[in-house]
């Protein structure tokens, strides 16, 4: 099978398409035949070595890339693998996240190896370059809005993958929004859902505070604002930080937290219901074949891509 890889850790242009023997699922696992995979800014971390650098994974001689995948089940692990394997079943269509940095094959392939936890039923009635957009930066999102407890979030970053469905996440559940971007992104912002908008230009916190005095209750700081987005907070509220390295100070009472997404069915089985009840958006902004993503890689390096780069196999 064809499978992206990074070597030389050198950034997108060095990125190797190699073939490899199809794996076989151990227990507890499930083989999918992918039929679209999205590039996201962490495949664009992992070929350029920065995580890496930042301490977040060890050396290797090979990475795999690519974290979200939509597919159908190609093939089960062994039958004493437990009820979790068992419920997948050959010929289903599914999305997984492959959420382990140490895997040396991930989802820009023919086919991938995930744990049965990892994968969740496909949403109905879409295909699979839009249901392979909504996993990692969904499970992100609904990870960090469930952490803030209280009324009023304020989003940075919210015309992005992660903002985007902090947005559409915290007005499902009952939140007053406000969110910042670049001025030409307001009517897309607005549209999913955003109470308030700010532009990102603008001093945060004196502009946050004009919608809420006191200050938000959280922020998913999408962007990684960082202590001008804190700013714009209450004394003790929660600050869901998203990046590695280090974090903004704790001042004011304020929680910090530096959230890392964990996968699990129970929260991507629930994004797929919300992509059904159309609760939450899958934005495509390009498609390119398996062996085009060297080209893929370098649009998502260049920046300002709204919507995800779909490898469709």
């Known amino acids: 099978m064809r ?11 060095a990125i190797e398409l190699i073939e ?14 992918v039929g679209a995979a999205a590039v996201n800014p962490v495949d664009l971390a992992v070929s350029s070595g920065m995580l890496v650098k ?12 690519g974290w979200d995948v939509a597919g159908t089940v190609d093939a089960v692990g062994p039958a004493n693998a437990g009820a979790a394997v068992m419920q997948a079943k050959v010929g289903d269509a599914v999305v997984g996240v492959a959420d382990l940095l140490a895997q040396t094959l991930k989802t820009h392939s023919d086919y991938v190896i995930l744990n049965a936890d990892a994968i969740a039923r496909a949403p109905k009635g879409i295909e699979p370059k839009q249901a392979a957009t909504f996993g990692l930066n969904g499970l992100t999102a609904l990870q960090a809005v469930k952490k803030i407890h209280g009324e009023t979030v304020f989003v940075t970053g919210a015309a992005g993958g992660v903002g985007g469905y902090a947005v559409e996440l915290a007005k499902h559940l009952g939140k007053t929004v406000i969110a910042s ?10 549209h999913l ?9 603008e001093d945060l916190s004196a502009a946050v505070r004009q919608i809420a005095p006191a200050g938000v209750d959280g922020v998913v700081d999408a962007a990684v ?5 804190q700013e714009a907070m209450r004394t003790g509220g929660y600050h869901v930080h998203l990046q590695g390295g280090p974090k903004p100070p704790q001042l004011r009472g304020i929680t910090v937290e530096q959230l890392f997404i964990h996968v699990n069915h129970a929260e991507l089985d629930e994004l797929a219901r919300l992509v059904e009840q159309n609760v939450i958006s899958t934005r495509v902004a390009e ?3 398996l062996n085009e993503a060297p080209q893929a890689y370098k649009r998502l390096a260049e ?3 709204r919507g995800r780069l779909v490898l469709v196999i």
């Open 3 to 13: 499978a992206w890889v990074a070597r030389r850790l050198d950034g997108p242009g």
């Open 20 to 33: 490899t023997g199809v794996p076989e699922p151990a227990a507890g696992q499930v083989r999918i035949k």
């Open 54 to 65: 930042l301490g977040l994974t060890a050396p290797r001689q090979q990475f795999g890339l």
């Open 181 to 190: 971007a670049a001025a030409a992104d307001e009517a897309l912002v607005r």
């Open 193 to 201: 859902g955003a109470d308030h908008f700010v532009d990102r230009n």
């Open 225 to 229: 604002v960082g202590i001008g987005a």
């Open 287 to 289: 498609t390119y074949h």
């Open 303 to 305: 920046g300002g891509v």
